[in-house]
């Protein structure tokens, strides 16, 4: 089965500091999706892409978020000024599109703000 | 707005026997239900998906999910459980006319004694 893949598994930075989390979605699919996991708990969403633009977005993706899809096969989710709370695991989702379909995930980046 | 509620954190069942993973949902019209699985430092893999139809949907690993409009509910079940079912499961909601996210439930803890 095909598979997102997403790099580094784990990141730590220092608070303040700029974080690029990277993504290579199924080749495919037309849908990019980013959501977070703080220890192990609830998966919450932070933003669906589409057609190169931003979707949709939650109240968690302030300012601080971007995406980008710089090519055609990264995605990636930029934290330009890391705060103690953005530790959590990192998982990028990648659809076709139709409403009906799942969502195929990557095994997450886990990023650890000190 | 759309949401999910899971009011299991944990469910304890014996190997051998049934198992419900409870999950309600709330959404404007007919929802695209989903239930996914996390396995430890893993992403999160697909199980079922309820479009339209039978209200009996049938997965991956011999799992099972019943569609109940009345209730708003769509609860995961399977008739005899395996050790090797003990995971992190997550019931997810997508509103019908949005191509955009799915949002997921807190997640239940599934843990199956030998």
């Known amino acids: 089965e095909p598979e997102v893949t997403q790099t580094p598994s784990h990141q730590v930075t220092q608070m303040g500091q700029e974080v690029i989390l990277r993504c290579v979605p199924i080749s495919n699919h037309l849908y990019f999706y980013w959501y977070r996991q703080i220890l192990g708990q609830k998966v919450e969403f932070l933003v669906s892409f589409y057609n190169n633009e931003i979707s949709e977005k939650s109240e968690i993706f302030d300012d601080q978020f971007s995406v980008e899809r710089p090519d055609g096969s990264n995605f990636t989710l930029k934290i330009r000024s890391t705060k103690l709370e953005d530790s959590a695991m990192y998982f990028c989702a990648s659809s076709t599109g139709r409403t009906n379909e799942k969502l195929f995930f990557g095994s997450g980046t886990q990023l650890s703000v000190l | 707005a759309q949401s999910v509620a899971q009011p299991e954190d944990q469910v304890n069942v014996a190997e051998g026997n049934p198992l419900t993973v409870k999950c309600t949902y709330s959404?404007?019209?007919?929802?695209?239900l989903f239930w996914y699985v996390q396995y430890p430092n893993r992403g999160l893999q697909f199980l079922l998906k309820y479009i339209t139809g039978d209200n009996l949907v049938k997965g991956s690993y011999g799992f099972e999910a019943e569609f109940n409009k009345s209730q708003t509910s769509f609860h995961l079940k399977k008739p005899s459980a395996l050790v090797s079912d003990s995971a992190l499961y997550f019931c997810a909601v997508r509103g019908r006319g949005s191509a955009s996210k799915i949002i997921f439930g807190s997640g239940t803890r599934l843990s199956i004694r030998p």
């Open positions: 959404v404007s019209g007919n929802p695209y």
